[in-house]
């Protein structure tokens, strides 16, 4: 399969292959649109077993930054970076210093972040050789930890889908949760506060025992998460979540968490939508750590400290475009995760055709 023939490569803008043999750094940069501003998006270092695979992984991962800065109505386009490498052996400064001359190479077409496998002291090293870095520490305009932002967003769009598929408010409603990490552990908190009744799950024991015991929340094995009681299933862990083992055995009426991917294709959405469940399309609905990080973006830019008031007013407009995707899809009997995609190409070719015509 050639590049331009892979099903991810979307009318993709540029793909930007660099490496450095000093430091050994194989990186991809896709860009996928610059339509409504700079492309960004997160860059992931992962032990890919192929060139191939990691092309296929940097096109799929900036075509959906593209949406999701869309629908979240940042001025960003979409793009993403993967370096090809495994982070527990193969990290030095030297070799993100050189990724850091890789961006700075594409003049601010692309700014980059934190993704699996990167952290904040990597980015620090990237930003000696490039300004078109967020997600560092220690400076006026710095975001911080996105996590608590993208939870209030979550605890916002789950808010919003139980009035629409059940009619009612959090109070007495079952949310299970799948993993109580960063965001699941904010969320958690968020939908006691509010009432909820919660079931929760995950594989790291320490972390569910102490969410649990804050929250008064009933515990389940891992496994057993599908098959709860509950209203509302959050899945906050990893991708695929929703797939064709878990779908039949799902009992909730709303699906709505943090996990970015939740299904493992878009077919499971038809599938949760004919069982007459109301999926909140997790692009939408976790936007709120790109929020942030897009608050950081905005801060540099104009030379400014971060301003939380900024975050927040987009995080209002995310909630009413969430009740956008909800409204329009219960209206014409679609699927959510449909209507979502539609409204995410029709934002960035509005901006595509407003950028030509100026
Ligand atoms: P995290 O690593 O802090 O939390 C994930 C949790 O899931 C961990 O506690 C882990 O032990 C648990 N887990 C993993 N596999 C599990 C399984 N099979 N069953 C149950 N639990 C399992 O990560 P996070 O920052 O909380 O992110 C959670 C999800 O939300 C990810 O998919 C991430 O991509 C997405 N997301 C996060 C942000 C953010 O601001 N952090 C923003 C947008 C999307």
Redesign the pocket.
């Known amino acids: 399969m050639t590049l331009f023939d892979s099903p991810a490569f979307e009318g993709h803008e540029g793909v930007h292959s660099f490496f450095d043999e000093k430091t050994g750094l194989k990186t991809i940069i896709a860009v996928h649109s610059t339509a409504r501003g700079p492309a960004a998006g997160g860059c992931r270092m992962w032990p890919y077993a192929s060139a191939e695979a990691a092309l296929e992984d940097a096109l799929r991962l900036s075509r959906a930054m593209s949406y999701k800065n869309a629908m979240a109505d940042l001025e960003l386009g979409g793009g993403k970076a993967v370096i090809i490498g495994d982070s527990r052996t193969m990290k030095t400064p030297a070799l993100f210093e050189a990724f850091g001359r890789a961006v700075d190479a594409l003049g601010g077409r692309y700014w980059t972040a934190e993704d699996v496998g990167v952290s904040p002291s990597d980015l620090a090293s990237a930003r000696k050789q490039t300004r078109f870095v967020a997600g560092l520490e220690g400076h006026p305009a710095a975001s911080g930890?996105?996590?608590p932002?993208?939870a209030e967003g979550i605890f916002r769009g789950v808010r919003l889908s139980v009035r629409r598929a059940l009619k009612r408010d959090l109070d007495g409603v079952t949310v299970a949760i799948?993993?109580?990490?960063?965001?699941?552990?904010f969320l958690a908190e968020k939908l006691h506060a509010a009432g909820a009744k919660l079931i929760l799950?995950?594989?790291?024991e320490a972390?569910l025992a102490a969410v649990a015991e804050r929250t008064g929340a009933q515990i389940v094995a891992?496994g057993e998460?599908f098959d709860t009681e509950a209203d509302v299933f959050a899945p906050?862990?990893?991708?695929g979540a929703i797939n064709q083992e878990t779908l039949p055995r799902l009992r909730a009426k709303v699906v709505a968490g943090?996990?970015?991917?939740q299904l493992a294709d878009p077919e499971i959405g038809r599938a949760l939508f004919e069982m007459g469940v109301l999926y909140a399309p997790d692009y939408v609905i976790?936007g709120?750590?790109?929020i942030?990080v897009a608050g950081e973006i905005r801060a540099l830019e104009r030379g400014e400290a971060f301003d939380p008031s900024w975050v927040d007013a987009k995080l209002v407009k995310l909630t009413q475009t969430l009740e956008e995707v909800l409204d329009r899809a219960i209206a014409e009997g679609r699927p959510t995760h449909e209507v979502a995609n539609e409204m995410a190409k029709a934002r960035i070719a509005q901006a595509a055709a407003e950028k030509l015509a100026a």
């Open positions: 930890d996105p996590s932002v993208t799948q993993g109580v990490g960063h965001v699941g552990g799950t995950d594989v790291n972390a891992p998460i906050c862990a990893l991708g943090g996990a970015n991917n976790n709120g750590g790109i942030n």
